[in-house]
């Protein structure tokens, strides 16, 4: 990127700024900044001395990168910190120099084309921004590998690292966990021609157990009782099994049935009303 704007620099010379410049004098709320008549007068009575800063800005920034790349395969913190620097400046210029131009275009240009330009210069300045915080996490992996504790665990040397053993019967060291194999039942086509022919899932119905509901127990009198069993006994009777109902009602056992059937009668509306 600075080899580019380097080799443009020398290409062109400062006439890239003369856009700039014209959307400056022409915008009604920088052309009377102080800072921005200072920076026009700056461009065109002296663009020799624009080009000179410019030109060293490139390479002052070149020159940090590659003391950057040294201090990081040296592991050599400090080195790293010119970089970082110079990506914030960087970073801060391009985000300023981007909103100050999207306030300028948002007159002159459609509302489309401002959408498109905003969200392409807000990514490089993400872009920029990313550039500088990596170079600060650069810094803190450099202090973290030389670290007393870092060595003592992984040896000497940070790109060589000695794996970590575990000692017998050491519990400061890291703890080994077993993994459970788990069944190979992720073969969806599988699963699919299983189900088609009614072998999957293959589970075991669940067993639903029922627990009766406990009634409470009624407590009938002994002729309520024996009135409610009656039933049976005439059933099983050896004297009344070859009598009719309605015959032992109307003979001469009939006083005794019909008093039996009012019990019966009295025990079951009394038995069933209570549940």
Request: overall charge positive; some cysteine; aromatic content about 10%.
């Amino acid at each position: 990127m600075n080899i580019t704007l380097s080799v443009i620099f020398f290409v062109h010379g400062v006439h890239i700024f003369d856009g700039l410049i014209d959307l400056l004098e022409n915008d009604s709320q920088y052309k009377s900044s102080n800072m921005v008549r200072k920076g026009i007068n700056w461009v065109h009575q002296s663009p020799d001395n624009v080009l000179v800063f410019f030109q060293c800005m490139c390479y002052a920034h070149i020159a940090s990168a590659l003391l950057g790349i040294f201090g990081a395969l040296r592991l050599h913190k400090w080195l790293v910190i010119p970089l970082a620097l110079f990506e914030l400046v960087y970073f801060l210029g391009i985000t300023i120099a981007h909103i100050v131009l999207m306030i300028m275009l948002k007159k002159q240009i459609n509302l489309g084309l401002l959408i498109i330009l905003t969200l392409v210069g807000s990514f490089y300045c993400l872009f920029a921004g990313y550039n500088c915080v990596t170079c600060i996490a650069m810094f803190q992996i450099i202090c973290l590998v030389k670290s007393p504790k870092y060595r003592q665990l992984y040896g000497e040397d940070p790109f060589h690292p000695i794996p970590l053993r575990r000692p017998h019967g050491s519990y400061d060291s890291v703890q080994q966990f077993r993994i459970l194999g788990m069944p190979d039942d992720t073969d969806i086509d599988e699963q699919k021609r299983l189900a088609k022919l009614g072998l999957w899932p293959n589970r075991q119905p669940r067993v639903i157990s029922v627990i009766p509901v406990q009634m409470p127990s009624v407590h009938l009198k002994w002729w309520q009782q024996q009135a409610l069993d009656k039933d049976d006994q005439l059933e099983d009777s050896a004297v009344l099994r070859n009598w009719q109902r309605g015959e032992l009602l109307t003979g001469a056992a009939g006083e005794a049935e019909r008093k039996n059937a009012l019990n019966r009668r009295y025990a079951e509306a009394h038995y069933y009303g209570r549940h």
